[in-house]
T-cell receptor
């Protein structure tokens, strides 16, 4: 199956700093990628849809100026958490869709962000 | 998007069978995924159903009824390693997934 690689797997940063998370589709081109956030013991919540060559579409309640998304190529989307605060500590996961005989959705490994 | 409902938790003994039900309300529905997620890890793909019926993959099977907005994941011959959260997710034509809250399955010896 297709592979989506996410980096880094975990990061610890100081409050007020920014963190960039990368999501790459390794063997297919993804015009659309998705960013999810998951707090402990909760399900994945969609944050935004990353569209190649255009602005991301954010879900209600997600601050677009805080969570910057860039989808500069068909294989790379980045999520930058700006001015991170402890409440931003969470598990961030990207996914990408691939069409073929049927729809497939593939997840990156996830990034555990801890803001101290 | 979709509204996805699934039970919060289930407990079963090793070797038993457990069925996790999932109901959904559709908006541009284009199939239903089941994922397994162990604590601290990303979800891993289990199954995808877009047509009505049962799909079997080894110990895991998934069923879909589009007319009823209903799916289930069947886990057979439970093993301790099957203790995890199982996520039901509907997908629309743009590959956007809407997840249920997840069902935590605990397998006991």
């Amino acid at each position: 199956g297709a592979v989506v690689s996410q980096h880094p797997s975990w990061v610890i940063c100081k409050s007020g700093t920014s963190v960039k998370i990368e999501c790459r589709s390794l063997d297919f081109q993804a015009t659309t990628m998705f960013w999810y956030r998951q707090f402990p013991k909760q399900s994945l919540m969609l944050m935004a849809t990353s569209n190649e060559g255009s602005k991301a579409t954010y879900e209600q309640g997600v601050e677009k100026d805080k969570f910057l998304i860039n989808h500069a190529s068909l294989t790379l989307s980045t999520l930058t958490v700006t001015s991170a605060h402890p409440e931003d500590s969470s598990f961030y996961i990207c996914s990408a869709g691939s069409s073929g005989d049927r729809i497939e959705a593939f997840f990156g490994q996830g990034t555990r962000l801890t803001v101290v | 998007g979709q509204n996805i409902d699934q039970p919060t938790e289930m407990t079963a003994t090793e070797g038993a069978i457990v069925q996790i039900n999932c109901t959904y309300q559709t908006s541009g529905f284009n199939g239903l995924f089941w994922y397994q997620q162990h604590a601290g890890e990303a979800p891993t793909f289990l199954s995808y159903n877009v047509l009505d019926g049962l799909e079997e993959k080894g110990r895991f099977s998934s069923f879909l009824s589009r007319s009823k907005g209903y799916s289930y994941l069947l886990l057979k011959e439970l093993q301790m390693k099957d203790s995890a959260s199982y996520l039901c997710a509907g997908v629309d034509g743009d590959y956007k997934l809407s997840f249920g809250a997840g069902t935590t399955v605990t397998v006991r010896a």
